[in-house]
């Protein structure tokens, strides 16, 4: 089974930064998409930032210029930097991979899924 598991996420003040991780236990290369998804409190998943079998990135609008997806194909392992980080980046951040629908977009419906790693930006 796929397996994807997030890891980084922590408590920090407005303007800071974080890294997080996703490791997976299958080659990431394999995938058409990778993505991060995060659900602020309250509120309905939103996609984050794609990175697609090519390198190719997007990102939501809302982390355009503080956020940049990347990946470590020998590793198996998925990173999203946050720079600059608002308290309105606090959520819970997955990790995600789509091995079947050949397109990469910031979305929410991937095909296999982590368990979450909090993130909290206090002001």
């Known amino acids: 089974q796929e397996q994807l598991v997030e890891s980084g996420g922590d408590s920090v003040q407005a303007g800071g930064s974080l890294k997080l991780s996703c490791a997976a236990n299958?080659?990431?290369?394999?995938?058409?998409?990778m993505a991060w998804i995060r659900q602020l409190p309250g509120k309905e998943r939103e996609g984050v930032a794609v990175?697609?079998?090519?390198?190719?990135?997007d990102y939501a609008d809302s982390v355009k210029g503080r956020f940049a997806i990347s990946r470590d194909l020998a590793k198996n392992i998925l990173y999203l930097q946050m720079n600059n980080l608002f308290p309105e980046d606090t959520a819970v951040y997955y990790c995600?991979?789509?091995?079947?629908?050949?397109?990469?977009?910031?979305?929410?419906?991937?095909?296999?899924w982590g368990q979450g790693t909090q993130v909290t930006v206090s002001s």
């Open positions: 995600a991979a789509e091995g079947t629908i050949p397109e990469c977009y910031t979305r929410t419906d991937f095909e296999f």
């Open positions: 299958v080659n990431i290369a394999g995938f058409y998409c």
């Open positions: 990175i697609a079998t090519d390198g190719t990135t």
